[in-house]
Structure formats: structure tokens, C-alpha cells
């Protein structure tokens, strides 16, 4: 797969300052004013003023410069409208919108499995704050998923990896998915997903950032049902959720056909366990009060099994 991750994304939000505050104490670190990093990806999170919140941009790398003109001829068939630079290629999603930028980019080395020699009870207490090791997925929502799909499937040439609630999750390559598009009145971030290095760092994190400020939490600890990752949701406060997430299914993944749908495979429940939400539908919670936001959203990640969902 020439597509190999996702480099950055740029978000208008409304909270500016308080929202930079919230990645801070995540564990991004600001590079420059609204411009935040991972501890391995580099500067992955770009945040700018605005009255309206808005995915303005996501980044894609891929492996070589004739990658850009082999994605843009598919694009074109697509009647996406690529724009061709000497540096990158552009073309807007045409159902939400999202302007996706392509980069010629070194992959980032594989996540190694951890393993712990010697078992220490001291080594379960944090020594240091927790920092999100990448960018692992962008979840946004839109009007017409099915048609927004063929963008990054058939043009891009990212693989279906799972439908969850409706919604493809799709993957460049061993992650279970990297991108992720779920039913929506209109276009929306959902959530952001940062891959820290161990479930303990989950609990950590969360733990941290909920201390002081109870309001942020929307749901976790749990566990994903097709993806396997271990996850805790947070809300930020400009309309989305940040996930702190941890998976030992990726690292395990032989090949980029691993997370391939088996045929008649039915859809997997969003989690296999996890601790209540604070709200039975949290996609809508942090919406309510931003300019421009309708008071009544839908909860597009319910499931019908008992339990909260969220996804």
C-alpha cells in the first residue's frame, strides 16, 4: 500500500485557548501556538481560532512522488478535482467537504509488542506523564457515508477493514483503521484516537485528565469488539473527543490482510466490556452549546446490546 498513514490533522475550533490546554495536559506537546506533536509522529494536531468548528484538513503520507500522480488519475476517474503540486496533492471530499492533502513521507517504524522481563509493582506507578506515541485514526462524520467511502477506498486505496454502526472503518495497513466515517446530519469530528504504549498508560492518562476536571470524561476503560483496542474517551472542549487507545492486535497483524472481512461476517458489537458513560448518547454531549450546533444531534454509535457505546 503506497498510503501509509495519517501525517496531521488541521481543525477550526472554538475554545481555542481551553482546548489547547486540554492537549497540553493530554500529552501533546505545542510545538508552536496551536500546533501539537506526538511523541513519535511528529506535529500531528494543528488547532486554529474559529466560530465555527470545522475539520479543515487531513494529511496523508505516501511512499513515493509517482504515488501522487497514480492516486490523482484514480481521483480524477472519481471526478474529485485533484490538484497536482511539486510538493503534494489535494482534493476536497466532495460529500463532507474535508480537504485531504498528500505527502511524500517516511513510514514510521512498526509499533514493537512490549515485553516486560521482570514483573515490578513499582513499575505500574507513573514515573512520567503519558505521552501519545501517534496519530492512530480520525474518525469523522458525514451525510452520506457510502458515497464518502469511495473516496478513500477507490482513490486513495485504503482497504475495509470493519463496518461498526453503519460506518466503514478503513486502514492503510496493519492498523485495523486509520480513517473512519460514520452517519452525520453534517460534517463533524467525532474523535481523534492517540496510541499510547500500554493499557496501565490508558488508565494513567484518563485518570489524569479527569481529576481536576470531571466533565471530560465520556466513556472508558473498555474494549473494542473488531479492532481489539483497549480505549478511554475524553471530551475536549471544543465538540470532539480525544481517545487515549492501546492495541496488541495491531502489533500482532502478519500482513496488511489481516483485518480483511471475512464474507457473511456479521457486524461486531462497538465494545466487548466497559465502564459506564457518563451520558447514554456522548457524540452529542459536546456539541450542545457550540455556535451554529443544532441542540438535538443523533447518536449514530448506539447499539442495541445493553451498555453504552460510543466509537
Known amino acids: 500500500m503506497v498510503a501509509h498513514r495519517v501525517i496531521r490533522l488541521v481543525r477550526d475550533v472554538v475554545d481555542y485557548d481551553a482546548t489547547r490546554?486540554?492537549?497540553?495536559?493530554f500529552g501533546l506537546t505545542e510545538t508552536t501556538p496551536g500546533t501539537f506533536?506526538?511523541?513519535?509522529?511528529?506535529?500531528?494536531?494543528?488547532?486554529?481560532?474559529?466560530?465555527?468548528?470545522?475539520?479543515?484538513?487531513?494529511d496523508i503520507a505516501v511512499e513515493q512522488d509517482s504515488d501522487l500522480d497514480d492516486i490523482a488519475a484514480r481521483l480524477l476517474r472519481l471526478g474529485a478535482a485533484p490538484v497536482r503540486t511539486k510538493t503534494h496533492?489535494?482534493?476536497r471530499e466532495p460529500v463532507s467537504g474535508v480537504l485531504v492533502r498528500l505527502l511524500v513521507e517516511d513510514r514510521l517504524a512498526r509499533d514493537a509488542p512490549r515485553r516486560q522481563t521482570e514483573l515490578r509493582r513499582d513499575d505500574l506507578v507513573p514515573h512520567e506523564p503519558v505521552r501519545p506515541q501517534r496519530l492512530g485514526h480520525v474518525v469523522l462524520g458525514c451525510a452520506d457515508v457510502e458515497e464518502a467511502k469511495h473516496f478513500f477506498l477507490d482513490g486513495i486505496g485504503m482497504r475495509l477493514s470493519d463496518y461498526v454502526t453503519s460506518g466503514p472503518f478503513m486502514r492503510f495497513d496493519t492498523d485495523h483503521h486509520n480513517i473512519v466515517l460514520i452517519p452525520a446530519p453534517f460534517t463533524l469530528l467525532h474523535h481523534t484516537a492517540w496510541k499510547v504504549r500500554s493499557v496501565d498508560e490508558i488508565g494513567n492518562g484518563g485518570s489524569q485528565m479527569i481529576a481536576n476536571h470531571p466533565h471530560r470524561h465520556a466513556w472508558g476503560l473498555g474494549r473494542h469488539a473488531a479492532s481489539a483496542n483497549y480505549f478511554w474517551y475524553l471530551r475536549d472542549p471544543s465538540g470532539a473527543f480525544a481517545e487515549y487507545y492501546y492495541s496488541d492486535m495491531d502489533e500482532r497483524a502478519p500482513d496488511r490482510f489481516f483485518w480483511d472481512r471475512l464474507p457473511?461476517?456479521?457486524?461486531?458489537?462497538?465494545?466487548?466490556?466497559?465502564?459506564?458513560?457518563?451520558?447514554?448518547?456522548?457524540?452529542?454531549?459536546?456539541?450542545?452549546?457550540?455556535?451554529?450546533?443544532?441542540?438535538?444531534?443523533?447518536?449514530?454509535?448506539?447499539?442495541?446490546?445493553?451498555?453504552?457505546?460510543?466509537?
Open 264 to 311: 457473511d461476517q456479521p457486524e461486531l458489537p462497538v465494545a466487548v466490556w466497559a465502564s459506564p458513560s457518563l451520558e447514554q448518547a456522548p457524540l452529542a454531549a459536546p456539541l450542545r452549546g457550540v455556535p451554529t450546533v443544532p441542540e438535538e444531534m443523533p447518536a449514530p454509535l448506539l447499539e442495541t446490546h445493553p451498555g453504552p457505546s460510543g466509537r
Open 89 to 91: 496533492l489535494e482534493a
Open 21 to 25: 490546554t486540554f492537549y497540553r495536559e
Open 37 to 58: 506533536a506526538s511523541a513519535v509522529g511528529g506535529e500531528q494536531l494543528e488547532l486554529r481560532p474559529a466560530e465555527v468548528p470545522a475539520v479543515v484538513r487531513i
